[in-house]
């Protein structure tokens, strides 16, 4: 099975903002969603349909999606952000349900 | 609030079945279809399977179709996922998680249950 294309690991200094990638061919036809996991939790949904914030998430989460590549961004990266993220599409073709490899994100 | 509390985990061996439940409460269950996703150890998270809000339609990642079965019941606000045949390579975290309301995306999810697959 195919995963959309993340880099492993993402590295940023306090303070600082943080942009983590989502790579699929023409991904931007597609919604794109993003979800933050942290040790031994589940995961939680801080960017649905590109860009919209669930109620509670920060406004320093924000997404943009645009010809192959998606873009989650953290502005003022807080040591609390420190996470796994996944970005995830729905495959008309197939229908079927495609996540991303997964982007550890360290926090200096 | 959406609360999910998944059951029915377990040690299992390669070939054997088991069944797991997802509790649903906090919202009108019967409106939202439903997704399963696991989470191997220390890997990446995977799409598992899809019911819609009235059981009618269900959708499968190729690594389970044939072998998992997606269904609810409404009455009792109830998700579950039938594994027959498990593999060694089916050991993982099973969440169940809530469907957001314009797509597909998971707006809700429950803390997991880990299913190992060993003989």
């Known amino acids: 099975s195919y995963a959309l294309t993340q880099p492993p690991s993402v590295s940023v200094a306090p303070g600082q903002t943080a942009r983590i990638t989502c790579g699929e061919n023409?991904?931007?036809?597609?919604?794109v969603h993003w979800y933050q996991q942290k040790p031994g939790q589940a995961p939680v949904l801080v960017v649905y349909d590109d860009s919209d914030r669930p109620s509670g998430i920060p406004e320093r989460f924000s997404g943009s999606n645009s010809g192959n590549t998606a873009t989650l961004t953290i502005s003022r990266v807080e040591a609390g952000d420190e996470a796994d993220y996944y970005c995830?599409?729905?495959?008309?073709?197939?229908?079927?349900?495609?996540f991303g490899g997964g982007t550890k994100l360290t926090v200096l | 609030q959406v609360q999910l509390v998944e059951s029915g985990g377990g040690v299992v061996q390669p070939g054997r079945s088991l069944r797991l439940s997802c509790a649903a409460s906090?919202?009108?269950?019967?409106?939202?279809?439903m997704h399963w996703v696991r989470q191997a150890p220390g890997k990446g998270l995977e799409w598992a399977a899809f019911i819609s809000y009235d059981g009618i339609n269900k959708y499968y990642a190729d690594s389970v179709k044939g072998r998992f079965t997606i269904s609810r019941d409404n009455s009792k606000n109830t998700l579950y996922l039938q594994m027959n045949s498990l593999k060694t390579e089916d050991t993982a975290v099973y969440y169940c998680a809530r469907v957001g309301s314009s797509g597909w995306y998971a707006d809700s999810w429950g803390q997991g249950t880990l299913v190992t697959v060993s003989s």
């Open positions: 023409n991904i931007g036809s597609k919604s």
């Open positions: 995830q599409v729905y495959n008309s073709s197939g229908d079927r349900v495609v």
């Open positions: 906090g919202f009108t269950f019967s409106s939202y279809p």
